[in-house]
């Protein structure tokens, strides 16, 4: 099983430019969210999604956008980087309803902003 | 504010000892928490959770302890081994949680020396 993947591994962008991080997974998850991990610093809720169609706002979500078309994808965007968001990103699903369900985590997209 | 507390930023212990990691939070209503285990360039991956409901639970060498008058919760693994050198993080669920949203700390990076 694949599980969440993420693509690209690594990337470095000039400010202003824009992308978008990949998000997979194959475990037909309903909910999906994107965080950051900054240096020594804990993971930081960006965007979440409980279904295809529904997203909401996590603890830090200015400067990034997300969508959900389907169950299984769950991309996230940046449309004007800054230095500020050179970090490490993390996608994850988990299983909706019960509370404190595992998040299953992708490896990381590594992100340098210059 | 952080509201799930690592204060321990790292840990060094021999192999076979006893590694005790500690986690601190905030928010009283906070009623699940969970280890989450990381290598360098991987994504998290769930350990072992504990509800309010209850004061221990024990999977194998891991063992998680709740003590909610105090707001703390810590993880015991006996014996430890190299391959328990990693970062630890610590995270917490409150109900009511429409997402499953996860807080975490800051993460303790545990070093087993042989």
């Known amino acids: 099983n694949a599980g969440v993947t993420q693509t690209p591994k690594f990337r470095i962008l000039k400010i202003g430019q824009s992308m978008t991080l990949q998000c997979t997974q194959d475990?037909?998850?309903?909910?999906m969210y994107w965080y950051r991990q900054d240096p020594g610093m804990g993971l930081k809720l960006i965007y979440y999604?409980?279904?295809?169609?529904?997203?909401d706002k996590g603890e830090v979500p200015n400067g990034y956008n997300v969508s959900r078309s389907t169950t299984e994808d769950f991309p996230l965007r940046l449309e004007l980087a800054a230095p500020s968001q050179t970090s490490v990103y993390f996608c994850?699903?988990?299983?909706?309803?019960?509370?404190?369900?595992?998040?299953?985590f992708g490896d990381g997209t590594r992100l340098s902003i210059l | 504010d952080q509201q799930v507390k690592q204060n321990s930023p790292s840990l060094s212990v021999q192999e076979g000892r006893i590694s005790i990691l500690n986690c601190d939070y905030t928010?009283?209503?906070?009623?699940?928490f969970l280890w989450y285990k990381k290598y360098p360039a991987e994504g998290p991956t769930f350990l072992i959770s504990i509800s309010s409901i209850k004061d221990k639970n024990e999977d194998g060498r891991f063992t998680v302890f709740l003590n909610k008058s105090a707001k703390h919760l810590s993880l015991h693994i006996v014996p430890s081994q190299p391959g328990d050198s990693a970062v630890y993080f610590c995270a917490a669920s409150a109900a009511n949680n429409a997402g499953n949203m996860l807080t975490f700390g800051g993460g303790t990076r545990l070093m087993v020396k042989p």
């Open positions: 928010n009283s209503m906070f009623d699940y």
């Open positions: 999604s409980v279904g295809a169609g529904i997203t």
């Open positions: 994850a699903s988990s299983y909706s309803t019960t509370q404190g369900q595992p998040q299953h």
């Open positions: 475990m037909n998850h309903n909910y």
